[in-house]
Each structure stands twice: as structure tokens, then as C-alpha cells.
């Protein structure tokens, strides 16, 4: 014969207080996918910035300056922090900043067409 009891004395209040199990679980995978997805946008923005100026980072330009070729003018001052969120969830990305000439003795704001504003 099998006698059950039941303590009566048992708190079950702590297992209200915390309704997810794993609040802090530590994923490997998932981080790992967070940081390949981080270096690849990140990647991406800078090859466009590139791109848009016809230099990579710390290049300059050529002494003989086609306009066609050339690119526009400007420069890089830096970087941003913004939150992207997507389905493998929120990750922050390090956007490069420059700053690009008008042509009327004014400079712009540089905008990736990648990333919605």
C-alpha cells in the first residue's frame, strides 16, 4: 500500500514571484548569433559608408580628382549606438557618423539607406 502525504508546511509563494523559468539563462548559441548578426550589419554600413565617400576608413583621396570618380566629398567623425530589433531580438549596432559636403559651402548629415530612420 503507498501513503501519500503532503506537507502543509511548504511555502509555495516563491514560485509565484518569479513566473519564467529562465529569466536568466545564459544561451551560447543565441550569443553567438547575436554577435554574427552585430559584426555583419555593422560590416554592412561600413561598406556602404565606404562606398558613398570612394575611400575606406583612414584612406584618402587620390591627388588626381575626377568628380565622377571621386565620390562625395566628406568625412567620418565617430560613431553611434542604436538598437536593432529584429526576430532574433534587440541587439545594439555601432553606426558610423559623417558628415558630407552640400556643394554650397554647407555639410550633411550621412543617412544608410540599410537602416530605416
Known amino acids: 500500500m503507498t501513503i501519500t ?7 509555495h ?3 509565484e514571484a518569479t513566473p519564467y523559468l529562465f ?3 545564459f ?14 550589419t555593422e560590416t554592412m ?3 556602404e559608408l565606404d562606398a558613398v565617400l570612394a575611400r575606406p576608413r583612414y584612406g584618402r583621396h587620390s591627388v588626381e ?12 567623425h565617430g560613431r553611434r549606438t542604436r538598437t536593432l530589433t529584429g526576430t532574433f531580438g534587440a541587439t545594439e549596432i555601432a553606426v558610423p557618423r559623417a558628415r558630407l559636403d552640400a556643394g554650397d559651402g554647407k555639410t550633411a548629415e550621412w543617412k544608410s539607406k ?4
Not at 553567438?32 to 552585430?38: K, N, Q
Open 45 to 47: 554600413l561600413e561598406t
Open 114 to 117: 540599410a537602416l530605416r530612420t
Open 65 to 76: 580628382r575626377d568628380d565622377e570618380a571621386a565620390g562625395a566629398a566628406g568625412h567620418r
Open 5 to 11: 502525504t503532503m506537507n502543509a508546511d511548504i511555502d
Open 23 to 25: 529569466d536568466d539563462w
Open 27 to 40: 544561451d551560447p548559441i543565441e550569443a553567438g548569433l547575436r554577435e554574427r548578426v552585430r559584426d555583419f
Open 13 to 15: 509563494r516563491g514560485a
